[in-house]
Every structure is written in structure tokens, then in C-alpha cells.
């Protein structure tokens, strides 16, 4: 076994506790900002400031009962809350998150601190993130209830409608970026314009950003879209009838999926591990701030925005996201075409 | 080895398909048929058509099927009362299905005959790259392209109408 490849496995590896932990630590800001913005304290209990609350949330779910309803499709309920998590998890496969590196020295071959470089990055998180719809669905429909069910079809509605937005602004992306992987995209996005404007490609596609940002909030059922889970309406949507840890999975599931979200936002519009001040070796630095950025806007957004209706949610995603969504793409190849890429 | 893997979960997963009751059992089987299908894809140097088939076979046009499956609400109540009316399953369509499985079994036999069972290793040299792709598809292919995607807009076009005829209908 060569260091390298010993050194990949621990990657991986860590990336995934990581996740893990993100979702933790995400857990303790939605409440803190929360309560910061309700004017409230939050949890301040258990541990120091309260951070010990996810663990001791863990712990309640993991000690709850798995109820499971008498005239559920037993293999779909079981199923539907792995096949979220798992997408979850595997879409932040291809998210480079940092500059090569040889660990101070330590390995012969620099490593790419990315778990899987596949040159079709770009397409692979659209596949995952067309498949995580799989998860919603079967829970809705397995259930039998008919909360979930609605709530599984809305979701289902909500994210065919706002997949084509996504799918247009990565596609805008790529057209200024000349590939479909994500670290040449970084890559193309080192040094300044004019000496202190970072090359980011948010300067590029302005609209491009804001439909990503949109359309990853739909995808994500993160409010002011989160139909699927309407607590008014549905009571809790498509998990309604979840328990337990197989609930704690799709919690897991949202929390990673905001998380992959703004590190693919990171990676394609605000230059990656780009940024001024540090050396490329401690790059991720900038990524990680970058990527806590975006997911405190994804909180303050929650808490700021009402929901929209249901209808207003699709007239806006097909009538007014999808066609600029069109122009985007179509006026940045004309401006490629123009200017050369 | 992968290849075997891949094909047996393919054509497992599509037998199943038609031995299943519940439709949605169905669906999800043949997303599971496609999944393997792209790891064939995979295997064949092609991964921008393996990620292609994942996104519009087995993320967009299933994500509809189950979408209707479930708006149906067919599962588990196809009794034996439904066969014996369902008009499908009467004589006549039967053995209209009958002689459309003969004719493409012969086709199949036929086209097997045809490359003398040698399929070949696949050149995927020119298929990797996307710009190659795209390129032969506006150049070489360009006709079959354009006449492709006025074929899916005709059809589009039509399943409006019928959906709001069908509505107009309903309000008289």
C-alpha cells in the first residue's frame, strides 16, 4: 500500500466524519441564529454556550423508538431515508475543497484534497443531486399518510421545476470555465483583474449566481421553499411518520446537502481555495470561510423570509427562474463566442 | 468482472421489472436497471454518457413515471376482478403483443447474426471528450439532432392539447 493511497483512505475518510460533524455544527447555528434573530437566547444549557446540544440531540434521537406505520411498504420506509443520506454524502465525493498538497512533506506525490477527481464533476453532483429525489418521494408515498404523500409530491414537483434553473447555471458556468471539472474551474479562477479583483467567476455571472443560489434553495427544501416539510399544512411532510434515527437521517441528509450546495457554490462562482492573504498550501482556509458564508446566509434567509404558496413557487420557478435562467446561458455563449473564452 | 457485475444486476433488475404487482416496485427497478446500465457506460471509457444516462433516464423521465404511479395510486388493488375486464388483457391485444415480442426476438436474433456475436472492444476515444461529442452531434449528426428534437416538441406540443381538450371536455 504506497503512501498516497493510505493517505486518500484517510481522506475520505475524514471527509466524511467531517460531514458529519457539519451537520452537527450546523444543527447549533440554525438554533443559535435563530434565536439571535428572535430575540432569544437558544439552547445554552448543555456544555459551554450550549455547543454540546447537537451531541445531546444525537443522543435523544439514537435512544427514541423506530416507529414504523402498520400499513407502511416496510422495504421503501426502510430504504427511502438511506437513499437520502447516501446521496447526500456522495455528492460531496467530487467537491475539490483544497490545493494539492504533499502534507508539509510527508508523502513523495502531492494529494488532491478531493476524494474522487472525475472529469465530469459538474454532471456527477447534477446526477446525485436528480437522484436525492428518489429518497423524498418513496418516504412520502411509503408512509401511507397522506401528510407525507403531499408532501413527497410537492417535493417531487418542486424539484423537477428547479433542476432545470440549476442544471442552466452550471451549465453558464461551464461554458466560462472551458471544462466539466471542478478543479480546473478553480483553477481558471486564480489571480486578479486589474490587480485587486479576484477572478472569480461571481463577477462573471452575477445571474448566474443568484439562479444557483435560488434553485439550490428548492433543491435543498431549505425555507423560503420548503414546501415538502410546509409544518402549517403538512404537518411535517414527507417525514411525518419518521423516528428516531431513520428521521435523524433526513435531517442529516438536508443539513449535508446545504453544505455540498455552498461548497459547489464556493468551488464554481467564488473562487474556491482562491483567495488573498495565505499561501495556496492553506487554501481550504478561504474555503471553509467561503462555504461558512454561504451556509449563514442559507440560515438568515430561513429566518428572514416567510414561505411562499405553492402556486406562487411554481409560477416563479417556470415563468420567471427557467427563462432567465435561458438568457443566462444563451448571452454568456454569445459573450464566450465574442470574446473567446 | 465489473462487467459481469453490471449486466447481471441489468438484466435481473429488468426481469423483475415485469414480475412485479406494484408499479411502483416497477419503476424503482428499472432505475435500478439503468444505474447499472451507466456503470456499463463506465466501463466503456464513456463517463459523460454515463452521467448523462443517470441524469435524464434515471433522474428525469423516472422521477415522472413514479411521479404518475403514485398520482395514480394504482399499487396492491389490481384484484382479480381488474384482470378479467382490463381490455388489455382480453385475446386480441394478447396475441397483437405476442406477435410484437416474436418480431423482436427475430430482430434481435437477426441483428446478432448480423455482427457474427463478435461485438468488440468499444473505441471510446472519441466519446470521452465532451467537445468531440458535441461537435459530431451539430456536424455529422446535425440532421438526425434537429429532426430529434422537433419530433420531442411535436409530441410535446400534442400532449398539451390532449391534456386541455380533455379538460375543455370535462367543464361542458
Known amino acids: 500500500m504506497t503512501p498516497l493511497l ?15 460533524n ?14 439571535m434573530l428572535q430575540q432569544r437566547l437558544g439552547p445554552y444549557l448543555v456544555g459551554p454556550r450550549g455547543l454540546l446540544q447537537p451531541l445531546a440531540d444525537v443522543v435523544k434521537l439514537m435512544f427514541k423508538e423506530e416507529l414504523r406505520p402498520r400499513a407502511a411498504d416496510a422495504i421503501l420506509f426502510a430504504l427511502a431515508p438511506i437513499i437520502s443520506a447516501t446521496c447526500a454524502f456522495a455528492a460531496f465525493a467530487v467537491v475539490p475543497f483544497g490545493a494539492q498538497t504533499t502534507l508539509f512533506g510527508l508523502l513523495g ?4 484534497l478531493q476524494v474522487a477527481d472525475v472529469n465530469v464533476a459538474i454532471l456527477v453532483i447534477f446526477a446525485i443531486a436528480s437522484m436525492s429525489v428518489y429518497g423524498i418521494v418513496l418516504a412520502g408515498w411509503s408512509s401511507n399518510s397522506k401528510y407525507s404523500l403531499l408532501g413527497g409530491l410537492r417535493s417531487s414537483a418542486q424539484m423537477i421545476s428547479y433542476e432545470l434553473s440549476y442544471g442552466l447555471a452550471l451549465a453558464s458556468v461551464l461554458v466560462v470555465g472551458n471544462s466539466l471539472s471542478l478543479t480546473d474551474i478553480v483553477n481558471h479562477q486564480s489571480g486578479y483583474w486589474l490587480g485587486f479583483i479576484p477572478r472569480w467567476f461571481v463577477f462573471l455571472q452575477p445571474l448566474g449566481f443568484l439562479i444557483y443560489l435560488t434553485a439550490g434553495t428548492a433543491e435543498t427544501n431549505r425555507a423560503p421553499f420548503d414546501f415538502p416539510e410546509a409544518e402549517q399544512e403538512l404537518v411535517a411532510g414527507y417525514h411525518t411518520e419518521y423516528s428516531s434515527m431513520s ?11 446545504m453544505v455540498t450546495v455552498s461548497a459547489v457554490a464556493t468551488d464554481l462562482f467564488l473562487g474556491g481555495w482562491h483567495g488573498p492573504f495565505l499561501p495556496e498550501s492553506l ?38 427562474l427557467l427563462p432567465v435562467a435561458v438568457l443566462n446561458l444563451i448571452a454568456t455563449a454569445a459573450g464566450v463566442l465574442y470574446f473567446g473564452a | ?80 376482478h381488474d384482470e378479467r375486464v382490463h381490455p388489455l388483457r382480453r385475446a386480441g391485444p394478447m396475441r397483437f403483443g405476442a406477435i410484437l415480442a416474436g418480431a423482436l426476438l427475430v430482430e434481435l436474433i437477426w441483428a446478432l447474426s448480423r455482427s457474427g456475436g463478435d461485438t468488440g472492444a468499444f473505441d471510446g476515444g472519441g466519446v470521452t471528450s465532451v467537445r468531440a461529442l458535441g461537435q459530431s452531434l451539430f456536424t455529422d449528426y446535425a440532421f438526425a439532432f434537429e429532426a430529434t428534437s422537433i419530433l420531442i416538441l411535436v409530441a410535446m406540443v400534442g400532449a398539451v392539447v390532449l391534456a386541455r381538450a380533455e379538460r375543455r371536455g370535462a367543464d361542458d
Open chain 1, 6 to 20: 493510505l493517505a486518500q483512505i484517510v481522506l475520505t475518510l475524514f471527509v466524511f466524519v467531517m460531514l458529519l
Open chain 1, 109 to 112: 506525490e502531492p494529494l488532491r
Open chain 1, 283 to 320: 487554501g481550504w482556509i478561504w474555503f471553509l470561510l467561503k462555504v461558512a458564508a454561504l451556509l449563514f446566509f442559507y440560515v438568515w434567509m430561513r429566518w428572514t423570509l416567510p414561505r411562499y404558496r405553492y402556486d406562487q413557487l411554481m409560477k416563479f420557478g417556470w415563468k420567471v
Open chain 2, 1 to 80: 468482472m465489473l462487467f459481469y457485475l453490471f449486466a447481471a444486476v441489468a438484466v435481473i433488475a429488468s426481469l423483475l421489472v415485469i414480475a412485479q404487482r406494484n408499479p411502483v416496485y416497477s419503476v424503482l427497478l428499472l432505475i435500478a436497471s439503468f444505474g447499472a446500465l451507466s456503470g456499463l457506460y463506465v466501463l466503456l471509457q464513456a463517463p459523460f454518457v454515463a452521467v448523462i444516462q443517470i441524469i435524464v433516464y434515471a433522474g428525469a423521465i423516472m422521477v415522472l413515471f413514479l411521479f404518475v404511479v403514485m398520482l395514480l395510486n394504482a399499487p396492491h388493488e389490481e384484484t382479480q
Open chain 1, 247 to 257: 428521521f435523524a437521517m433526513f435531517f442529516l441528509a438536508e443539513y449535508i446537502n
Open chain 1, 22 to 35: 457539519s451537520a452537527a455544527i450546523m444543527v447549533y447555528v440554525e438554533r443559535k441564529v435563530a434565536a
